[in-house]
């Protein structure tokens, strides 16, 4: 199998940050981190830092103390990045530190990555010895083109997502709850090989499905309803992202109708892909269409879709613009380009409150030449179970 | 059951706003805006959040769109919240509306959980209408006073971890993979009634356990050699945190030896807290001599503990100064105090690399005149099962 080159990795990190303008870059995005660095830690939330990673022309260092790198230390030898250790600084005079001996003069920063707070200790720390400037996802661009090692990962994730969905499908039966649905799903994720779940699992049947991030309760579903189902795993830091809409017996009269709508939603998304269409909210447009043609546009309230990989939701976007202002456009037009090696998700839905929601989503390869869908693809019709 | 009052959670978060000569607070910490408003969204990661929370003396709003509260706008009637829609413009928009209606001049915001970029959002909206004033955990140090609804669930989180360890003693036997066994522990938790865990669980034997925050391997468990599992549930989104470490038949003298230690500083913890201590820092250091004086002080190597909630790191922090400034020891005194009703963890360690580590974890409810131990208690010896 294909190996993380975090040579080239590097490469294209250094090429991005001069192409900004910028001598240097503090990486504060775990994401980021693991990507150039091959360090797994986890951050659990914002306030909790495994670790920095500091990019100049002469350093390329993770700014971490031995409590966060003890017993992993391998995890960072293919990387050859260096610890510049914060047993006995912090991580502010650290940076600060290592700023100064390279004679960096301008620093850019990750402003969607770092806290007010931790910013301005940087700042504070750095004095008058180089600028700190706002950057703009300069590693996050050189993520959304997957290389070979990635897409690999990626497909192994998908296709322990497929498994683990045809298993639950034997398994399900009219009275389960969503809680136990979701349970037994994420257990045959782990079962065959993942590490475990890349979001919390959706499961909702019936009016619950209206609701895009529904929590899985104790609700049995029942017979002719929607069932909605979206679940991804991990494997090796790497996320899949499925959403199959389903039945047990005959399906709703409503449920066959909205299907068919999503259906070919999701299908004008895909041609879009194959007729060589690249900006991220002209895909979204062309999937969009057609359910704003079925009359179901208000009810149809998120974004076609989003990059996937390390991060379940990462670059490129594929989304409308929500609030037309000319920075709004700029900063779409800067993430929403789908290039070769993109890994994206085409997701459109529909929800009715009260009666539930059909969504859609299957993982694409974006090629040269079209794209190349990663999931098992979601039927034509909607599927009926026994159960 | 006792219900959460809202009422008078806000009433407690707006006397400290005033408190810190602020006229209104702009909340971004996704368990604040649970705090204070019910609504249960999940922020998937730190870029994306599900709305933020605007206190001043006129306003309680959540701003929020119509996607993020769609089907569970019941959440927030008990609370009374008002929405503040982001439908039709940007969050940071709504806000400096909201501000300028007011006339509101000093707002805070939570330098520690929004990033530069909203920051710099926000300020350019406001312009010279009001100034906004990085503020400190104020609505942290609320909830690390827990009420009487909130002990009342956190027990019941305690208890389910309790009882799914206790199942999980039944079944586990050598050979077993690290990953089986979390895979059992977790859907335990779930079986009896969590919705999912409070952290990625650890289960780490023999040499993994050097590494405080080992992810779940393929290796299988050997008799004799530490076997630690640290694990957590949630329960209406609120953390339990535990870990035991024990083995399958004769442990190993050095387990035995270490095992001791780890509990005796454990007892030392608990007895500060007995004897009425209440600066964090004084808590973990009476436990932290018991180790040093047995020689493995540089085998240990994090906090004694911290607090839990509604996030799983939360206020007061109990806890040694790493590095040593009047900066860093003005920052720890303000969040160091342990309160009556504070829930913190008691959980030394000590870690050798090549052969494991021992963590003893318990959660503790700090009273007015001591302590109470909410899960139970790690045992007085190294426990053995057969297997």
């Not at 704003?292 to 149809?300: F, P």
Request: hydrophobic share 40%; charged share 25%; glycine share 10%.
């Amino acid at each position: 199998m294909a190996e993380a080159d975090y040579g080239q990795r590097l490469a294209r990190a250094r090429a991005a940050i001069t192409q900004a303008g910028l001598d240097g870059l503090l990486i504060t995005s775990q994401f980021n981190r693991r990507y150039l660095t091959g360090f797994t830690a986890h951050d659990g939330d914002f306030t909790e830092s495994s670790g920095w990673v500091l990019v100049t022309p002469q350093t390329f260092g993770l700014v971490a103390g031995t409590f966060q790198l003890s017993g992993v230390e391998d995890e960072i030898v293919p990387s050859s990045v260096q610890v510049l250790s914060t047993d006995k600084a912090q991580p502010w005079s650290v940076v600060a530190s290592a700023i100064k001996a390279d004679g960096t003069k301008r620093l850019g920063f990750e402003k969607d990555w770092i806290s007010y707070d931790r910013y301005s200790r940087v700042a504070r720390e750095l004095g008058g010895d180089a600028e700190l400037i706002p950057a703009d996802d300069l590693v996050e661009l050189v993520r959304a083109v997957k290389d070979e090692a990635e897409i690999a990962t990626m497909r192994r994730a998908a296709d322990i997502a497929d498994d683990a969905f045809e298993q639950l499908l034997e398994e399900i039966r009219v009275g389960m709850t969503e809680r136990e649905i979701a349970t037994l799903l994420e257990r045959h994720m782990v079962e065959l090989g993942a590490s475990g779940t890349s979001f919390p699992t959706i499961v909702a049947c019936g009016p619950g499905g209206a609701q895009p991030h529904a929590v899985p309760t104790d609700r049995p579903v029942r017979p002719g309803e929607p069932l909605l189902i979206d679940f991804g795993c991990v494997v090796d830091g790497y996320c899949s992202d499925t959403t199959r809409t389903f039945c047990i017996g005959e399906p709703d009269p409503k449920l066959v109708e909205l299907y068919d709508i999503v259906r070919r939603a999701q299908d004008a998304g895909f041609k879009a892909l194959q007729d060589g269409v690249r900006r991220g909210r002209d895909v979204d447009a062309a999937s969009r269409e057609v359910i704003t043609a079925a009359g179901y546009g208000e009810q149809y309230f998120h974004s076609l879709g989003h990059g996937i990989g390390l991060a379940i939701h990462e670059l490129p976007v594929t989304a409308r613009l929500r609030v037309q202002t000319p920075e709004a456009d700029a900063e779409m037009a800067r993430i929403e380009q789908l290039e070769p090696n993109s890994v994206i998700s085409n997701e459109p839905g529909i929800y009715i409150p009260g009666w539930g929601g059909v969504r859609l989503e299957d993982m694409v390869l974006v090629t040269a030449d079209g794209y190349e869908i990663m999931t098992v693809r979601n039927p034509e019709h909607v599927r009926s179970i026994a159960g």
